[in-house]
T-cell receptor, first 113, second 114 residues
Framework: GENVEQHPSTLSVQEGDSAVIKCTYS??????FPWYKQELGKRPQLIID?????GEKKDQRIAVTLNKTAKHFSLHITETQPEDSAVYFC????????????FGTGTRLQVTL | ETGVTQTPRHLVMGMTNKKSLKCEQH?????MYWYKQSAKKPLELMFV???????ENNSVPSRFSPECPNSSHLFLHLHTLQPEDSALYLC?????????????FGEGSRLTVL
């Protein structure tokens, strides 16, 4: 089955700096890669996703890149703000559907003032 | 109320107790899910229901028993649990069956097994 590895497990950046979280996946058939953000005590929420026919996608300060050859994808957050502090989970699916998502172990991002 | 709501938010039970977790979604979705979230582990998919039919069961021990009486409600019945079952149990739903990618999560039920 699919295996998703996520690094780093914790990340601390100063406000205004950029943050990058990386994930690798094992199943070359995976074609859907979402990122979820979970604030402390809150529910995970989808923040951005990318499908395998696209190499990069941006939404304001967040972007995701995908390298199918190397089987890795990354989340980039620019101009970080304190409200970006949360746990971020990457995931991969070989069917493009929610029922076959395999999640990474999460990255705790701390944005310091 | 909108979104996905879970009750109870916190539950403490002994190993011999029987309890149930409840999930309700007000989004008109047709697929519902149970996930287990443990510290430093990936979110683990437990069960998937599509149009009230179970379509996924990821080798979950029989002490966890799901029930989906209709497309808006999902239960997780718990009995004879072990301390290692202590975790946050997240319910989620998605639109139009397990077709589109986005999951809408509830805030979870924090379970402690003594």
């Amino acid at each position: 089955g699919e295996n998703v590895e996520q690094h780093p497990s914790t990340l601390s950046v100063q406000e205004g700096d950029s943050a990058v979280i990386k994930c690798t996946y094992s199943d070359s058939a995976s074609n859907y890669f979402p990122w979820y953000k979970q604030e402390l005590g809150k529910r995970p929420q989808l923040i951005i996703d990318i499908r395998s026919n696209v190499g990069e996608k941006k939404d304001q300060r967040i972007a995701v890149t995908l390298n199918k050859t190397a089987k890795h994808f990354s989340l980039h957050i620019t101009e970080t703000q304190p409200e970006d502090s949360a746990v971020y989970f990457c995931a991969a699916s070989s069917t493009g559907t929610a029922s076959k998502l395999t999640f990474g172990t999460g990255t705790r991002l701390q944005v310091t003032l | 109320e909108t979104g996905v709501t879970q009750t109870p938010r916190h539950l403490v039970m002994g190993m011999t107790n029987k309890k149930s977790l409840k999930c309700e979604q007000h989004l008109g979705h047709n697929a519902m899910y149970w996930y287990k979230q443990s510290a430093k582990k990936p979110l683990e998919l437990m069960f998937v229901y599509s149009l009230e039919e179970r379509v996924e069961n990821n080798s979950v021990p029989s002490r966890f028993s799901p029930e989906c009486p209709n497309s808006s409600h999902l239960f997780l019945h718990l009995h004879t649990l072990q301390p290692e079952d202590s975790a946050l149990y997240l319910c989620a739903s998605s639109p139009s069956g397990p077709v589109t990618g986005e999951l809408f999560f509830g805030e979870g039920s924090r379970l402690t097994v003594l």
